[in-house]
């Protein structure tokens, strides 16, 4: 039985996620800050299949605290979902908070890619997989996305310089870039404005946590010679608009 770590599980995509590993017969480790959901998740899926850590994915010495007691059966992670990521705020970057972007940065980049680092040899050990959670924010600015875009075009290219580094490890690595999802993104970017996501999402028919979460584990369980660079996914709602243009005068 192969192991997942997914991180930020207690919410949307990635409690997504651990749902649908465990019902494809996976063993998940599960992360976030509010250990309530992860425990719920203990008792849905049973603790023989899921694992709980509860911590701050910026605080590296909980993480080590959590990942290095790990039982037995949950020690030996095959594939990384590098999921646990925010926006705050969608102001232009003129009236942003400098203390949102910070956090942005923090949780999206520099934790992502501090986890990566302390669970590569485990993952080149067993020829496991990373599957990253950017977005079309990483490709495609839109005003107010600034800092956020910019931590998912990390996590993009992070994920293709991996591939590259990691050449001949039998490691695969994917970079999952979609478009709108409904979960509790825009509330948490929104400042627990429930009605902002909800107006946000309204007939949109938006992606849901279990369209990503299918198509991760697809991604994850493809044979192993086959590497999904990079997958860009919308609902079918969601297009492309054209260049704003600022006259003068
Ligand atoms: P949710 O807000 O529903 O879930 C976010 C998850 O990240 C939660 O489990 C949360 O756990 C965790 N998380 C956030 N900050 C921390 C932290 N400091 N420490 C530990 N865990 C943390 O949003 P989504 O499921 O939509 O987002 C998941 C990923 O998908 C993000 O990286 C996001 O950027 C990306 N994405 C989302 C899209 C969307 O439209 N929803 C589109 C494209 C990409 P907790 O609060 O319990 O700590
Ligand atoms: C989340 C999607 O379009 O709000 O990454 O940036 S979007």
Not at 92 to 101: G, K, N, R, T
Not at 105 to 124: E, M, Q, R
Not at 178 to 202: C, H, I, K, W
Not at 237 to 249: D, I, Y
């Amino acid at each position: 039985m192969k192991t997942a770590l997914v991180t930020g599980a207690t919410s949307g995509i990635g409690e997504a996620c651990a749902r649908a590993f465990v019902g494809a017969g996976w063993r998940v480790v599960g992360t976030g800050r509010r250990a309530e959901r992860l425990q719920a998740l203990v008792d849905e899926l049973g603790e023989d299949r899921f694992h709980p850590c509860a911590y701050d994915v910026r605080d590296e010495a909980a993480r080590d605290a959590a990942l290095e007691t790990l039982p037995d059966a949950f020690a030996k992670i095959d594939c990384l979902v590098n999921n646990a990521g925010l926006a705050l705020g969608a102001a232009p970057a003129q009236q942003a908070d400098l203390a949102d972007w910070k956090t942005m940065i923090d949780t999206n980049v520099v934790a992502l890619a501090s986890l990566t680092h302390k669970l590569l040899p485990g993952l080149i050990e067993r020829k496991g997989a990373i599957v990253m959670l950017s977005s079309v924010a990483a490709s495609y600015p839109y005003t107010g996305g600034n800092v956020y875009g910019g931590t998912k075009a990390f996590v993009r290219q992070f994920a293709l310089g991996l591939r590259s580094d990691l050449s001949g490890t039998g490691v695969r690595v994917t970079s999952i870039e979609p478009g709108m999802v409904e979960t509790e993104f825009t509330v948490v970017r929104n400042g627990g404005d429930q009605a902002a996501s909800d107006n946000l999402y309204a007939g949109v028919n938006p992606l849901t946590g279990g369209d990503i979460a299918e198509t991760v584990l697809w991604i994850a369980s493809l044979p192993a010679h086959v590497n999904i660079n990079t997958l860009e996914l919308m609902p079918v709602n969601q297009s492309f608009a054209g260049f704003q243009v600022a006259r003068e005068g």
